[in-house]
């Protein structure tokens, strides 16, 4: 990797995030609206102070009008990006290097998406036409993918391995159900994640993350002037971002247990913030649990646990809220939800409310690294964000 860094240059001085649930009753512009002015509070700003935004979306709009519309922002510059799942963390991204350039002072990234408007059970839009050889199976189909070959690779038992990814499932559902801003707030028993029906190969309807609307959204600046916005910035140690060559269904080598990207993102991301162990270093993750042996394989390549020994940290209660390394305090996008604009920007929130001690209930006792891990796509072909924060 040849990124050079931003390490402690940019803060991040407020926050803001909604409820993700079914919302019915408001559309995007209040779903914009609510988040923006939770952040702008929080950093004891109004929009007039604001130079400069960052909107991500999947499909709940087109161009930096649907933020200036919603927010009546006063003629500042928006710009709207989308990067699969990764698109809040991507917003994030371009938002913290503009203010690490000296181009703005004060800047917002914001996530959104409204897909319970679609009447689907997944993500809206329609696939692009390409050459016929990229799969054409569903987001369930294709990471199912990964839990039989994780089971052949490391000699699990595939029982063995469904108890693994039931109580990765029940660990973030008992997370989730400390968060009032949760989709899905109940503790659920791990027999019946197990006898859930199915979805596509070992998965369940447990293994799978809810469907859901959201936004949420953060203020950056510089970080000498953080202290003027409020009195517990938090700073940006690392932000990494791999796009892979997409040539994972096509070569014979790849094998479903491991993401490439993910690898790589992460070896800047630590490189980027001196982190040297990982394992022992970074206090909490919030990764993206898309399907329960998506976390379980992130474990191993984020260097949680070594390779073809994640299974028995789950179950050793490792990475449980009060384990020695908390993944997805705030129940991940298995039971927070996955509005896609705004699960990075989710992700970042938690890290915020865990590193300013506000976390309530799923309080960790004194966080000092967060990590937050976005991707988008599917195994073999995908990108990967990965930020590293702290005070």
Not at 44 to 63: C, H, N, P
Not at 266 to 288: F, K, L, T
Not at 337 to 365: C, D, F, T, V
Request: charged letters at 20%.
């Amino acid at each position: 990797m040849s990124s050079n860094g931003i390490r402690d240059r940019v803060a991040i001085v407020g926050m803001g995030c909604t409820a993700f649930a079914e919302h019915w009753d408001k559309g995007v512009p209040d779903l914009l609206v609510e988040a923006a002015e939770e952040a702008y509070a929080s950093a004891g700003v109004d929009r007039e102070q604001v130079d400069a935004y960052w909107l991500g979306t999947l499909g709940s709009g087109i161009s930096g009008l649907v933020l200036s519309e919603a927010l009546k922002t006063p003629y500042k510059p928006v710009t709207r990006l989308e990067n699969m799942c990764a698109t809040g963390s991507e917003a994030l991204r371009n938002a913290a290097y503009a203010v690490a350039s000296g181009a703005y002072d004060l800047v917002m990234a914001i996530g959104v998406e409204k897909l319970k408007d679609s009447g689907y059970s997944g993500l809206v839009g329609q696939p692009i036409p390409g050459d016929g050889t990229e799969p054409t199976m569903s987001a369930p189909a294709m990471f199912s993918l990964l839990a039989p070959a994780y089971a052949k690779k490391y000699g699990v038992d595939e029982g063995q391995l469904k108890d693994v990814l039931a109580r990765i499932a029940w660990k973030n559902h008992v997370n989730g159900a400390k968060n009032p801003k949760a989709q899905f707030r109940a503790e659920v028993p791990i027999d019946k994640i197990k006898a859930s029906p199915k979805v596509a190969g070992m998965l369940g309807i447990f293994d799978c993350s809810g469907v859901s609307d959201g936004a949420a959204a953060a203020i950056l600046c510089r970080a000498e002037d953080a202290h003027r916005y409020t009195d517990r910035p938090i700073f940006i140690k690392a932000l990494a971002f791999a796009a892979g060559p997409a040539e994972g269904y096509l070569s014979s080598s790849y094998d479903f247990t491991s993401f490439t990207e993910v690898v790589r993102s992460c070896e800047d991301a630590y490189r980027q913030a001196g982190v040297r162990n990982p394992r022992e270093e970074i206090s909490m993750a919030e990764v993206h649990d898309c399907f329960t042996p998506t976390e379980l394989v992130l474990m191993e390549d984020m260097g949680f646990s070594p390779r073809g020994q994640a299974w028995k940290d789950v179950l050793d209660g490792r990475f449980d809220l009060d384990g020695p390394q908390p993944v997805n305090p705030d129940g991940g996008l298995k039971s927070f939800g996955h509005p896609i604009g705004a699960s990075g920007l989710r992700m970042m929130y938690e890290m915020w409310l865990q590193l300013r001690g506000e976390a309530g209930p799923r309080q960790i006792k004194n966080p000092t690294l967060g990590l937050t891990h976005n991707l988008g796509g599917a195994p073999g072909r995908c990108v990967s964000f990965v930020s590293i924060v702290g005070c």
